[in-house]
DNA sequence: TTGAAAGCGTTACCAG
DNA sequence: CTGGTAACGCTTTCAA
């Protein structure tokens, strides 16, 4: 049997109540008997049951975060260790434990979620996955967790921390239309996930923009990962009109069009350009480097956690339905993967 | 207020005992109020309060997981993303959950342990780090805590899965050496740690057995960074007699390497070559890419669990003590960073 | 097959 | 400033 809060105040001669408040740093304490319990705490090296602690005040002191598709995959792509950085380190500061929710499949994450949200494990939910058909969402709208979602959600009333992701991609098609690139292709991962359908809304817009044909225009959409990023982009490679410049929406997929390229018996950049998204450690390392623009996936995670707090901080004054939006800004990094376009007018 | 046992008890026109037993499966309790409760319980979306459940039956459903330094900086090498991989993979196939713990320094990653242990919040620990002087490891012995560890520890009596390093380093180095290098330096991270030792020891075994004199060999140790890679390295390349290849402990350090001998003017692999260990992502797309020793990081994860499970289950049935021991094999992976060293013989 | 009651370790309210 | 008591939500004897 683990040291309880019963037999140290035997030992001091107090009740369990004033255990209780000494730790508590309850100031109605004389300080004499305070040091003395103090002393036998450190003596016995007592910590507290946090499960009867948690039955009784309302919080754990613990916060859920919820992976996308199982655990497993989730850690391919260098985004989540990133992002799991940048919360970890913000939640050291609140002194706060990090739960985490996986699963391989939906069914199975949800259960796991329902587990530690009505099981009381969790004071709050960081998700990290924002596709559109999650029934997480409404569960946990419903259940009026507290929660932030990291990406932009595809309902109304959610607190989340974002990118611009539309003026991102708008962005990362102009610098290469400047650079007399016209027939430019978008390459994104599933359309069911916000991000990729804001950064081909941003595609389209600099397109428009610009005046480009339809014809002129390709947006691929497939799997978050580098195999079908491959396959994607090799079949439109050998077609007798491929694009000379491609927007990829991550670069792990962007990885995939390097290799597909390759492949084909073309060089980047001078047969194709490319300038894909977030900029993890890998875009530095490939060859050439890639031109991407950085999220800061850490600020997403910190600024996650702070949105949070304040919402629970909310929830417990019972001011309901509190959302918030915070907007992390991106910036183009560029590197060896893009060259000037057959329009190129000298003068970018 | 959650819905309670109490609740669905008495729509269900039972006492609290009778749907604990349900919930539970016990297999004294007819068909009928069987499926009279379980329909309540989803009707309401019932689940029931961890913290309580916990406080009675004394286990709590979660392991805890050690990063090593703060989790800020753990995550910055791909070798924790990985491991992770695997833990959450078994993890979810035994059902469990996974508290992760961290902390900017030691004190607070101790406090943050103690807490999760005897606030039992978790039946057991994974630790991700063997370093020499880590109070953790004896609290955690002395608490008598299911633990296993990722690494050899540098105690007695402590269940852990490794490689087998001091093999992988002599296996590493004399890839080398058949390769006509004799000058060969070894790099590894802080000596204070079990994975530093016994790469280095393989190295030093190799180069006896090969008969190379001690002046030509160099161990350099520091931290497990880039940054610090190539520091230390950048120092040894401008030394008249410098080595002409190195054995590197971790990939991310190797990336340090190829950029200080890239800024000394050289190439790899003519001028310098490497073999590195870990074989994660990075490896393939560096320029050249590396050979690197694969230590199969996910199995180091999966089989961690298997037997943190084993110990919970010999613990609860008191046979204290129990500890085990498993070794991942390691493969070189050849990869395009070692060419012929001056002494090769033409016959590898 | 089911119910009543005790107990898990804390905190919080109410007295004193 | 301190103690007694109830309560948190669940499991588990012990009886029926």
């Not at 107090?14 to 450190?42: H, K, M």
């Not at 995959?73 to 990133?82: C, H, M």
């Amino acid at each position: 049997m683990a040291v309880t809060i019963k037999e140290i105040a035997e030992r001091a001669g107090v009740s369990p109540s004033t255990v209780s408040r000494a730790l508590a740093g309850n100031p109605r304490i004389s300080a004499e008997t305070r040091a003395r319990i103090q002393r036998i705490i450190d003596e016995l090296g007592y910590h507290p049951n946090m499960n009867a602690r948690s039955l009784v005040v309302k919080s754990s002191g613990t916060i859920g975060v919820v992976l996308p598709r199982s655990g497993d995959s989730a850690f391919l792509n260098p985004f989540f260790p990133e992002v799991l950085r940048g919360i970890t380190a913000a939640l050291e500061e609140h002194g706060y434990a990090l739960l985490l929710a996986t699963g391989r499949d939906d069914a199975v994450k949800h259960e796991h979620v329902a587990r530690m949200v009505q099981g009381k494990q969790v004071d709050g939910v960081i998700l990290l996955e924002s596709r559109a058909d999650d029934h997480l969402i409404f569960y946990l709208r419903e259940q009026r967790v507290p929660m932030v979602m990291i990406g932009r959600p595809l309902l109304e009333g959610i607190a989340y921390v974002d990118n611009d992701n539309v003026l991102a991609g708008k962005e990362a098609t102009e610098y290469l239309l400047e650079r007399g690139h016209r027939h430019i292709a978008f390459l994104g991962g599933s359309l069911a996930y916000a991000v990729t359908v804001d950064r081909r809304d941003g595609y389209m817009l600099a397109m428009d923009k610009a005046g480009i044909a339809p014809a002129m225009r390709t947006v691929l959409s497939t799997d978050f990962s580098e195999e079908d990023a491959y396959r994607e982009v090799t079949d439109v490679l050998h077609r007798p009109d491929r694009p000379t410049a491609f927007v990829v929406a991550d670069d792990l997929m962007a990885l995939g069009v390097i290799g597909a390229v390759q492949s084909a018996g073309l060089t980047i950049p001078e047969d194709v350009s490319i300038v894909s998204f977030n900029n993890v450690l890998l875009s530095r390392l490939t060859n050439p480097p890639l031109t991407s623009v950085d999220i800061h996936i850490l600020d997403l995670g910190r600024k996650a956690v702070e949105m949070l707090f304040a919402l629970i901080e909310k929830s417990s004054s019972r001011v309901d339905h509190y959302t918030d939006t915070y907007i992390v800004h991106t910036q183009l990094i560029e590197r060896g993967s893009v060259s000037l376009g057959p329009f190129a007018s000298g003068n970018v």
